[in-house]
Nanobody
Framework: QVQLVESGGGLVQAGGSLRLSCAAS????????MGWYRQAPGKQRELVAA???????KYVDSVKGRFTISRDNAKNTVYLQMNSLKPEDTAVYYC????????????????WGQGTQVTVSS
């Protein structure tokens, strides 16, 4: 079973940028989709973005135009480029291996990373 390790979080001012990375211990080329979730204190974990092995993407409305998800199958790594960050983006960000159906519904799998903290100051 593949293991996922996130990195790239940190403290940034509003309007700044961060790039998160999710490195897999094995090949991700056969995984249908990879997703990025986030969980803010006192809130439920929510899907932020997902990408299929073929490059089809899905974003939550609140990050459209600001965040970009990408994957490098050769490096077994998924990225989340976050621009124009806002204080409400503050959360722990998690990587997940799952399925993105043609209905654009993402189904999370059982494999999660440990999370990386993103804090955006105003």
């Amino acid at each position: 079973q593949v293991q996922l390790v996130e990195s790239g979080g940190g403290l940034v001012q509003a309007g700044g940028s961060l790039r998160l990375s999710c490195a897999a211990s094995g090949s991700i080329s056969s995984i249908n989709a990879m997703g990025w979730y986030r969980q803010a204190p006192g809130k439920q974990r929510e899907l932020v973005a997902a990408i299929t092995s073929g490059g089809r993407t899905k974003y939550v409305d609140s990050v459209k135009g600001r965040f970009t998800i990408s994957r490098d199958n050769a490096k077994n790594t998924v990225y989340l480029q976050m621009n124009s960050l806002k204080p409400e983006d503050t959360a722990v960000y998690y990587c997940n291996a799952g399925v993105l159906y043609f209905t654009m519904r993402y189904s999370a799998g059982d494999v999660w990373g440990q999370g990386t903290q993103v804090t955006v100051s105003s």
